[in-house]
């Protein structure tokens, strides 16, 4: 049996490729929307991708089935029994037992994270014929944390998912052996839990010892209060919303791409005044010190895709303004993996080349936290923080206003407008987020706190919990 793991930082995602060395056939589990990777690596490995299948539809990302399906040569799609899904496929069920060459694939039925979740555990035949290898566990078991429940309604939907997971961790997943290697699909970086570890995969045996909400399964109630206590749990960005619905449909395949042209300024404010949005990509120091009127800022890197999700319309013609052009198909990807479509083009020589056709710029003011703590003292400015629940909890500053980033877009009429707003998070990144969509939907003078909340502990100014 032949194993390798694909981990995608910007969407906390890990997906698998699983081959038989000696049928050459393979599967391919949890896949993203650029399948690509994984036919590269087949191809390499002398594999045909011959299988196909997602633990559960998922709320964070676009599934590469439809790209799979839609090849010269598909692979036969599994899905769980017990989904309502609407794309081609052959159901699988609990109990099931599946063998290609030398692999062996129990299907599991866990449910708690969605109604339909399934795992896989894998045998290496080659190996030994009754010793689980790995477990395939998707949301169901995580690196040090469990996936969260509450994804697909209110509080009372959510406790009821709980206790199912109580039941599904006491009766199928602890009941493993130790041993057995765990590879989530969730990890690090994903808001799918609200404690994940920075390991890419973990035991049955090691949870069992650290896990600390795994811990609590033994009672009932205290297990159901610990997953869902939403003071842990991250904020759902916007485009979550849209993923799981077309998820169970089945996603269009995206066919053949053609890359979006470079425009000149012109084009651009062309574009602009057809109700275009500006995606403007570079960092929270380069955005602030001049950017297209009414551009968004969400830089380029491992958060992209959560915060750009968070902001855009899920119907938005995007224009893009880019660090360096070798950045154009990065971003385009973090796009399309979130389902919006391919952006309308990219600003030809970056902000050099607006800034020289004299068009109108704006700037973001960037304030250290020793400038802000004057202002907040003179009771000169409105202070908005926007970080996780978790973050919040842990320690902020007396008198702001929490509106959390994922939360924004729904709320902007919330912050308050009788003074300049300050925009504070962990660092800066998220805040010249919030601080862009703000100076885009509201008229409110607004300013980016850089070093976040980060830099007012490290400074020693007091924080209240």
Same mark, same amino acid.
């Given at each position: 049996?032949?194993?390798?793991? @694909?981990? *995608?930082n %910007?969407l906390?995602?890990?997906?698998y ?6 049928t ?12 690509e990777? $994984? ?6 490995? +002398?594999?045909?991708?011959t ?6 539809g998922?709320n964070? $990302? ?10 010269a040569?598909p692979?036969q799609?599994w899905g769980s029994a017990?989904g309502?899904?609407s794309?081609?496929? #052959? ?5 099931? &037992?599946i063998? @290609?060459g030398?692999?062996?694939?129990e ?10 979740h399934?795992s896989l555990l894998v ?5 030994s014929?009754?010793?689980?290898? *790995?477990l395939l %566990?998707?949301?169901a078991?995580?690196v040090?944390?469990?996936?969260r429940?509450d ?6 939907? =959510?406790? #009821?998912?709980?206790e199912v ?10 009941t493993l052996?130790?041993?057995?290697e765990?590879?989530p699909?969730?990890?690090?970086g ?5 404690n994940?570890g ?5 035991t049955l045996?090691?949870?069992k010892?650290?896990n600390?909400?795994l811990?609590e399964v033994?009672?009932?109630d ?5 997953c869902?206590r *939403? ?9 979550? #919303? ?7 449909a089945?996603v269009?395949?995206?066919?053949v ?9 012109d084009?651009? =404010?062309?574009?602009l005044d ?9 960092s929270?120091?380069? @955005? ?7 551009a ?5 890197? %491992?958060? @992209?895709?959560?915060w750009? +999700?968070?902001?855009?319309p899920?119907?938005?013609e995007?224009? *893009?303004?880019l660090?360096r ?5 990065e971003?385009?990807w ?6 919006y ?6 600003? =030809? ?6 800034r ?8 973001t ?7 802000l ?8 400015i409105t ?16 008198g ?5 980033? =994922?939360?924004l877009?729904?709320?902007?009429d919330?912050v308050p407008a009788?003074?300049p707003?300050?925009v504070t998070c962990?660092?800066? $990144?998220?805040?010249?987020v ?21 830099a007012? &502990?490290?400074a020693?100014?007091p924080?209240?919990?």
């Amino acid at each position: 049996m032949w194993f390798q793991q @694909f981990y *995608l930082n %910007s969407l906390g995602h890990a997906s698998y490729l699983i081959g038989d060395e000696k049928t050459g056939q393979a599967l391919v589990f949890d896949p993203r929307r650029d399948v690509e990777v $994984y036919r590269q690596t087949a191809r390499d490995q +002398g594999f045909r991708i011959t299988y196909a299948c997602d633990s559960h539809g998922h709320n964070d $990302y676009l599934s590469g089935l439809g790209e799979l399906a839609g090849s010269a040569h598909p692979p036969q799609v599994w899905g769980s029994a017990a989904g309502e899904l609407s794309y081609a496929h #052959r159901p699988i069920a609990d109990g099931e &037992q599946i063998e @290609f060459g030398d692999v062996g694939i129990e299907v599991m039925h866990t449910p708690g994270h969605t109604p339909e979740h399934i795992s896989l555990l894998v045998y290496d035949r080659s190996a030994s014929a009754d010793t689980p290898a *790995l477990l395939l %566990s998707g949301g169901a078991l995580l690196v040090g944390d469990l996936a969260r429940p509450d994804l697909l309604g209110g509080e009372e939907q =959510a406790r #009821r998912h709980a206790e199912v997971y109580c039941d599904t961790i006491q009766t199928k997943l602890l009941t493993l052996p130790d041993h057995v290697e765990v590879f989530p699909t969730h990890v690090a970086g994903s808001l799918c839990g609200g404690n994940i570890g920075s390991r890419l995969s973990t035991t049955l045996g090691y949870e069992k010892r650290t896990n600390a909400t795994l811990a609590e399964v033994a009672e009932k109630d205290e297990f159901v209060r610990q997953c869902i206590r *939403l003071d842990n749990l991250p904020a759902v960005p916007p485009y979550w #919303r849209r993923m799981r619905t077309q998820n169970m449909a089945g996603v269009d395949p995206l066919g053949v791409l053609t890359e979006p042209p470079a425009l000149p300024p012109d084009d651009v =404010a062309a574009a602009l005044d057809g109700g275009a949005v500006v995606l403007d990509t570079r960092s929270p120091e380069a @955005f602030g010190g001049g950017h297209i009127p009414g551009a968004v800022n969400v830089g380029l890197g %491992s958060s @992209f895709a959560t915060w750009a +999700g968070t902001v855009l319309p899920a119907d938005a013609e995007i224009l *893009l303004v880019l660090d360096r052009p070798g950045d154009l198909w990065e971003t385009i990807w973090q796009l399309l993996r979130i389902g919006y479509r391919m952006p309308v083009g990219w600003l =030809a020589g970056g902000m050099s080349a607006w800034r020289t056709s004299a068009r109108p710029i704006e700037h973001t003011p960037q304030i250290t936290v020793d400038e802000l703590k004057r202002r907040l003292d003179a009771d000169a400015i409105t202070l908005l923080d926007v970080r996780q629940p978790a973050e919040w909890a842990a320690g902020h500053v007396t008198g702001a206003t929490f509106i959390t980033g =994922a939360e924004l877009p729904d709320r902007l009429d919330e912050v308050p407008a009788d003074k300049p707003v300050a925009v504070t998070c962990g660092s800066g $990144y998220r805040s010249s987020v919030a601080a862009s969509l703000l100076a885009r939907e509201r008229d409110i003078p607004v300013i980016n706190v850089a070093g976040g909340m980060t830099a007012w &502990q490290r400074a020693s100014y007091p924080t209240t919990t």
